[in-house]
């Protein structure tokens, strides 16, 4: 059974524009959410959804969004980038929503903002 | 989100048993005690959940005081492949809108020598 993937793996764009980023869950999990890892703060929620619905949202700014398709494959979009926003963002899908449910993370986007 | 406090870091040699200390002494009666690990260059593992009892499985134990305020993850025979970054980390299952959101700390980073 195929993992969580990613992609892209690198990116590098520079302040001012616009990315998005897609995940591709392991096939039946319905749950995906997104987290964003950087050296000073660690591994911060960005978002999750559920059913093509977001379910809950971390506290982030809203230039940071994210969607669900109905295949359960999710993108999360950053606009007007700033240098802050480099970080590696990791998607992670889960079969379900009971909170007990394990989740599978992908190995991230390595995004660098110049 | 209750919180967990873990050592920042911990060495053990190879084929040592390790034991990684979590507490967490405002945990409530819905909280399941989770760990995750993350390997250089890759997103967080799964390694085990539990809620009372002590719990086993293939890559670990958890080891859950009676009072529930620690908890202490054991890996048997520790491996090279085992140097990581450990995370305790509180769900509640009660939570109702934060199935997919995990709250991580610093947690502690496993050196493992041969």
């Known amino acids: 059974k195929a993992g969580v993937t990613q992609t892209p793996r690198y990116l590098i764009k520079t302040r001012g524009q616009q990315v998005t980023l897609s995940c591709s869950p392991i096939?039946?999990?319905?749950?995906v959410s997104w987290y964003q890892q950087t050296p000073g703060q660690g591994l911060q929620f960005l978002f999750e959804?559920?059913?093509?619905?977001?379910?809950n949202k971390g506290n982030f700014p809203g230039r940071f969004s994210g969607r669900q398709f109905s295949n359960s494959r999710s993108e999360m979009n950053v606009s007007t980038l700033e240098l802050g926003d480099s970080a590696l963002y990791l998607c992670?899908?889960?079969?379900?929503?009971?909170?007990?449910?394990?989740?599978?993370f992908g190995s991230g986007t390595q995004l660098s903002v110049l | 989100d209750a919180k967990t406090t873990q050592p920042n870091s911990m060495e053990s040699n190879e084929e040592e048993p390790v034991h990684l200390p979590c507490n967490h002494s405002?945990?409530?009666?819905?909280?399941?005690i989770h760990w995750y690990r993350q390997l250089p260059s890759q997103g967080p593992e799964y390694v085990i959940h539990?809620?009372?009892s002590n719990v086993n499985n293939r890559m670990a134990s958890l080891a859950i005081a009676e009072d529930r305020k620690s908890s202490t993850l054991i890996l048997h025979r520790a491996t090279l492949r085992d140097a990581a970054v450990y995370y305790c980390?509180?769900?509640?299952?009660?939570?109702?809108?934060?199935?997919?959101?995990?709250?991580f700390g610093q947690g502690t980073i496993l050196t493992v020598h041969p």
């Open positions: 992670a899908s889960s079969r379900q929503v009971a909170t007990n449910e394990k989740l599978f």
């Open positions: 096939s039946g999990h319905r749950s």
């Open positions: 959804y559920f059913s093509e619905t977001q379910r």
């Open positions: 405002t945990i409530s009666g819905t909280d399941y």
């Open positions: 539990g809620l009372t």
């Open positions: 980390i509180l769900r509640d299952i009660a939570g109702g809108t934060s199935y997919g959101k995990l709250t």
